[in-house]
């Protein structure tokens, strides 16, 4: 789940970014505030565009600016973010409501039909859309990419991270696995697995993307990214002091850290003293595009920031939620236990984890899936309408923001009976309806580091069951959604070591 921060590729993805420590009531009083002060007149508009159409969606804009934000939010506070949309589509329409969230009037597209019709009109009636804390992180999420070359850089990265590239990273990504449970759960009683996965997370990406192993060197990056983090859907005012000012600052920092780890490499890879296929970073410095021309160090370092913010603490949250419902079930843990020992049979000793390993780990994936469908870490997105269109008999205006529920359908009995229940082999066999499970979103702009994402995770898996059997300290540790799905205490587990090991 990686961001394409790309030129024109600026859909916003909800929950990007873990916000850890922000209390949710005081956020929205500035919120509030500042939404007063900037947007209501845009709203007022909207509003009055809403009430000139004939037959828009049926729905409530709610109070004024608030809209229904409060209980959008509070829905999610409680970890039931689906019950917002659920609650509106039995009131008004199972296809499409509007609502107004977030300071944006909204329509909400509903189920599997809202899903097929968001991901397949891409440039045909709607775009993505990013909020302005986003654009002022990444000025480039503003560029029009109308020119030949922002257009050629935009199909050029996720090809470096389609599967068949990424395959010779699978031994790196074992290596740094195991230096990561050697340092940071070895020898412990109890591992906090939140914090504890987004260490794993960065380490792998500085790994993979630059080839950075470095402590400090990977301090230089990880710091500035907590404060980028907290920034990343903050209130939209760049005044000094503000979350947003320090993250817009913390993502300069780190461009300039990447720019001088890049400067560097060219000049290694000249001397033949470096690889030029040794990391993503050095591939995009050494392969040309079609049209003959490289990239720039600005240009690289824009793209792996956006690949880490997108990568990070949403790769961080999907290995949380597999812990803990590993946790709670024993008999599932067992079945991915002996997948993985079988792996693990099937190698000589020290022998790294290669493609073929990863294609065995197929019940695995099935649990990481259906960890993705209960706590998909990009709960939904927003998109805008490009052009006047009628959506399921109802009149969509341009300029209306339209939003895709990833938890609708996924918390939805019609695509998954006993939404409740964790039941990985509902991915066995021919799997989901189309449309009802998409964590990583869908068409054009479907998230590209979802081989990535995958990769990562398996091999974490392998080396943490293969390892490990643990319980909750905490048995009944809630769940919040802020703005991705969030156990309170951040998941706290005892660990149980194998004999084995
Ligand atoms: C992890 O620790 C084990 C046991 O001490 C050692 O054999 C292995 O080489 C270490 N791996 C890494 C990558 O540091």
Redesign the pocket.
């Known amino acids: 789940m990686i961001y394409n921060n790309d030129s024109n590729d600026n859909e916003l993805v909800i929950s990007s970014v873990q916000q850890p420590s922000m209390d949710p009531f005081f956020i929205f009083g500035l919120l509030l505030l500042a939404l007063f002060l900037s947007v209501s007149f845009l709203l007022y508009l909207s509003r009055r565009a809403y009430a000139s159409l004939p037959n828009p969606p049926p729905g409530k804009l709610g109070f004024p600016v608030v809209g229904e934000s409060l209980e959008f939010l509070s829905t999610r506070r409680k970890g039931v973010p689906e019950k917002f949309v659920f609650d509106r589509m039995a009131k008004y329409c199972r296809d499409v409501f509007k609502t107004s969230i977030l300071g944006a009037t909204t329509a909400v597209m509903c189920g599997t039909a809202g899903n097929k019709f968001l991901f397949s009109n891409e440039k045909k009636h709607v775009t993505g859309w990013w909020p302005k804390s986003v654009e002022l992180i990444f000025p480039t999420s503003l560029e029009k990419s109308s020119n030949e070359e922002s257009i050629m850089m935009k199909q050029f990265l996720p090809n470096f991270l389609k599967p068949e590239p990424l395959q010779k990273y699978i031994p790196v990504m074992d ?5 990561h ?3 940071s759960w ?1 020898g412990r009683n109890v591992v906090k697995v939140f914090p504890t996965a987004a260490e794993f997370t960065t380490l792998l990406a500085c790994r993979v993307f630059l080839s950075v192993e470095d402590p400090i060197e990977v301090a230089k990056i990880s710091e500035p990214f907590e404060i980028l983090a907290a920034g990343f859907l903050s209130i939209p005012i760049n005044l000094p002091g503000t979350k947003l000012n320090k993250a817009v600052k913390a993502a300069d920092q780190i461009r300039d850290a990447i720019v001088q780890i890049l400067k560097r490499r060219r000049v290694e890879i000249a001397e033949n003293k470096a690889n030029g296929m040794q990391d993503i970073a050095s591939m995009l410095l050494t392969t040309p595009t079609n049209a003959g021309f490289y990239m720039t160090e600005a240009h690289i370092s824009e793209k792996i920031l956006g690949m880490i913010v997108g990568g990070r603490d949403t790769a961080s949250t999907v290995i949380t939620f597999i812990i803990k419902y590993l946790a709670e079930n024993p008999e599932i843990y067992n079945k991915v236990y002996e997948e993985q020992m079988e792996v693990v049979k099937s190698k000589k000793p ?1 022998e790294l984890l290669n493609w073929e390993d990863v294609q065995k780990m197929k019940y695995s994936w099935c649990v990481a899936c259906e960890a993705m469908r209960l706590a998909p870490p990009v709960q939904g997105g927003f998109k805008v309408a490009i052009n006047d269109f009628v959506y399921s008999g109802f009149n969509i205006r341009k300029g209306w923001k339209l939003y895709w529920s990833a938890i609708a359908t996924h918390m939805n009995p019609e695509y998954f009976p006993e939404p409740e229940k964790f039941n990985p082999s509902r991915f066995e066999g021919k799997g989901p309806v189309p449309y009802s499970f998409v964590p990583f979103g869908g068409g054009p702009r479907m998230c590209p580091g979802k081989e990535y994402s995958r990769l990562e995770t398996l091999v974490f898996m392998h080396h943490l069951v293969t390892r490990y059997n643990w319980e909750k300290v905490y048995p009944t540790e809630k769940i919040t959604v802020d703005p991705m799905p969030f156990p309170v205490n951040g998941l706290p587990i005892r660990l149980i070591p194998h004999k084995h090991q």
Do not use: C, D, S
């Open positions: 290596i740094i696995t195991q230096r449970f050697n340092t070895e020290g």
